[in-house]
C-alpha cells in the first residue's frame, strides 16, 4: 500500500505542473487586457503602464509564469483585480459552499443510484428493472436548468416548503442551510444517479454470473448473503472510482445550478471571474479544482484496494 501511494504521489506531481502551465497559458489566449480593465474608464497611458509594471504584464510569459508558480507554491494565487482582494481569501469563502453542494448531491446520488441499480440487476426483466432503466433515461436526458427551475415553481412558488434561492452556512443555521441547498443538489445529484444506476446494474450482472456466486448459491446461503456479501462488494468496485470522479465533476460543473439558485458558489466564483477578466481569480480556481479532481482520483484507486484484498499485492 506504502509503495503504490508513493508511486502515484510521484505521478501526481508533474501532472499538476503540466495542468498549471496549460492553465497560465490558455489564459493568456483569453481575449482583453486585464490591464486596460483595471486602468478604468479614462484608461490614462501612465496609470495603465504602472499598472503593467506592477502586476508584471510587461514581463515575458515565461517570466510572468515563474513568479506566478512561486507564489501558488507558498500559498499566494495573486489578487483579484475586480474587488482586490487576495485569491486565496475568495477560494477559502467560496469552496466550502460548493463542497457542501458537492456533497449533498453526491450523497443524494449513491442513495439513489446504486440500490436502484443493484435491486435492477437482482429483479432483472421485472417491472423494478423496467422502472430503473425509465428513470435512468429521464435522470440522463432531463437539462438541470430546467429541472431546476420547475423544482423552485413547484416547491418554492406553489407549495412554499423551500426557498428558492441563497445560501446560509452550515455553521450559521444547519436546518436553513439543508433547506436552501436540497433543490439544487437533487438538480446536480439527479443525472449523477442515473449514471451510477446503469453502471451499478451492469457490474451486478456480470457479477451475478460468475463462477464464485454459483458457488456460494449451491452452498445453500441466504439469496440475500449471496448479493450484499459476495455479488455487491465486488461489483462496486468501478463504481468507486465513477463515483469520485463525478464528485470532482461537480466541482467544476456546477456553474448552471449555482446561477439558477443564486449559490455564491466555485461556479458563480469564476463566471464572473470570466466576465470581469480577472485573471488571478480564473487561474486559482481552475487550478483548485483541478488538484482537487487529481487528488480524488488517488482516493479513488486507494479505496479501490480496500475494498478488493486482490489488488493489495
Same mark, same amino acid.
Given at each position: 500500500?506504502?509503495?503504490?501511494?508513493? #508511486?502515484? +504521489?510521484?505521478?501526481?506531481?508533474?501532472?499538476?505542473?503540466?495542468?498549471?502551465?496549460? /492553465?497560465?497559458?490558455?489564459?493568456?489566449?483569453?481575449?482583453? &487586457?486585464?490591464?486596460?480593465?483595471?486602468?478604468?474608464?479614462?484608461?490614462? @497611458?501612465?496609470? $495603465?503602464?504602472?499598472?503593467?509594471?506592477?502586476? #508584471?504584464?510587461?514581463?515575458?510569459?515565461?517570466?510572468?509564469?515563474?513568479?506566478?508558480?512561486?507564489?501558488?507554491?507558498?500559498?499566494?494565487?495573486?489578487?483579484?483585480?475586480?474587488?482586490?482582494?487576495?485569491?486565496?481569501?475568495?477560494?477559502?469563502?467560496?469552496?466550502?459552499?460548493?463542497?457542501?453542494?458537492?456533497?449533498?448531491?453526491?450523497? $443524494?446520488?449513491?442513495?439513489?443510484?446504486?440500490?436502484?441499480?443493484?435491486?435492477?440487476?437482482?429483479?432483472?426483466? *421485472?417491472?423494478?428493472?423496467?422502472?430503473?432503466?425509465?428513470?435512468?433515461?429521464?435522470?440522463?436526458?432531463?437539462?438541470?436548468?430546467?429541472?431546476?427551475?420547475?423544482?423552485?415553481?413547484?416547491?418554492? /412558488?406553489?407549495?412554499?416548503?423551500?426557498?428558492?434561492?441563497?445560501?446560509?452556512?452550515?455553521?450559521?443555521?444547519?436546518?436553513? *442551510?439543508?433547506?436552501?441547498?436540497?433543490?439544487?443538489?437533487?438538480?446536480?445529484?439527479?443525472?449523477?444517479?442515473?449514471?451510477?444506476?446503469?453502471?451499478?446494474?451492469?457490474?451486478?450482472?456480470?457479477?451475478?454470473? *460468475? &463462477?464464485?456466486?454459483?458457488?456460494?448459491?449451491?452452498?445453500? +446461503?441466504?439469496?440475500?448473503?449471496?448479493?450484499?456479501?459476495?455479488?455487491?462488494?465486488?461489483?462496486?468496485?468501478?463504481?468507486?472510482?465513477?463515483?469520485?470522479?463525478?464528485?470532482?465533476?461537480?466541482? *467544476?460543473?456546477?456553474?448552471?445550478?449555482?446561477?439558477?439558485?443564486?449559490? @455564491?458558489?466555485?461556479?458563480?466564483?469564476?463566471?464572473?471571474?470570466?466576465?470581469?477578466? &480577472?485573471?488571478?481569480?480564473?487561474?486559482?480556481?481552475?487550478?483548485?479544482?483541478?488538484?482537487?479532481?487529481?487528488?480524488?482520483? +488517488?482516493?479513488?484507486? /486507494?479505496?479501490?484496494?480496500?475494498?478488493?484484498?486482490?489488488?493489495?499485492?
Amino acid at each position: 500500500m506504502l509503495n503504490f501511494l508513493a #508511486r502515484r +504521489l510521484v505521478q501526481i506531481v508533474p501532472t499538476l505542473f503540466f495542468v498549471s502551465v496549460l /492553465i497560465f497559458s490558455l489564459q493568456q489566449l483569453l481575449p482583453g &487586457d486585464p490591464a486596460l480593465v483595471m486602468a478604468g474608464e479614462e484608461r490614462d @497611458p501612465a496609470v $495603465i503602464e504602472q499598472i503593467r509594471r506592477q502586476y #508584471r504584464l510587461d514581463q515575458p510569459v515565461p517570466v510572468q509564469y515563474a513568479y506566478w508558480i512561486k507564489g501558488v507554491l507558498s500559498g499566494d494565487f495573486g489578487e483579484s483585480l475586480r474587488n482586490k482582494m487576495p485569491v486565496r481569501e475568495l477560494i477559502a469563502q467560496k469552496l466550502p459552499v460548493t463542497l457542501q453542494l458537492g456533497s449533498m448531491a453526491i450523497l $443524494i446520488a449513491l442513495l439513489i443510484g446504486i440500490p436502484a441499480g443493484i435491486v435492477a440487476a437482482v429483479k432483472k426483466g *421485472s417491472a423494478w428493472d423496467y422502472g430503473a432503466n425509465l428513470f435512468a433515461l429521464w435522470g440522463i436526458s432531463t437539462p438541470n436548468f430546467w429541472l431546476g427551475i420547475m423544482l423552485i415553481f413547484l416547491f418554492s /412558488i406553489e407549495l412554499g416548503w423551500l426557498p428558492a434561492s441563497g445560501y446560509v452556512p452550515l455553521t450559521e443555521n444547519w436546518r436553513a *442551510s439543508l433547506a436552501v441547498t436540497i433543490m439544487p443538489a437533487f438538480v446536480l445529484g439527479n443525472a449523477i444517479a442515473a449514471i451510477l444506476m446503469r453502471h451499478t446494474r451492469s457490474a451486478m450482472l456480470y457479477v451475478l454470473g *460468475s &463462477d464464485y456466486v454459483r458457488t456460494a448459491r449451491a452452498k445453500g +446461503l441466504l439469496e440475500r448473503t449471496v448479493i450484499l456479501k459476495h455479488a455487491m462488494r465486488n461489483a462496486l468496485t468501478p463504481v468507486i472510482t465513477l463515483g469520485a470522479l463525478e464528485f470532482g465533476t461537480l466541482l *467544476s460543473g456546477a456553474v448552471l445550478t449555482e446561477q439558477i439558485f443564486s449559490i @455564491p458558489g466555485f461556479g458563480k466564483l469564476i463566471v464572473d471571474a470570466v466576465f470581469n477578466r &480577472d485573471y488571478a481569480v480564473v487561474q486559482g480556481v481552475v487550478l483548485v479544482t483541478a488538484t482537487v479532481y487529481i487528488t480524488l482520483n +488517488l482516493v479513488a484507486d /486507494i479505496a479501490y484496494i480496500l475494498v478488493n484484498p486482490r489488488l493489495r499485492g
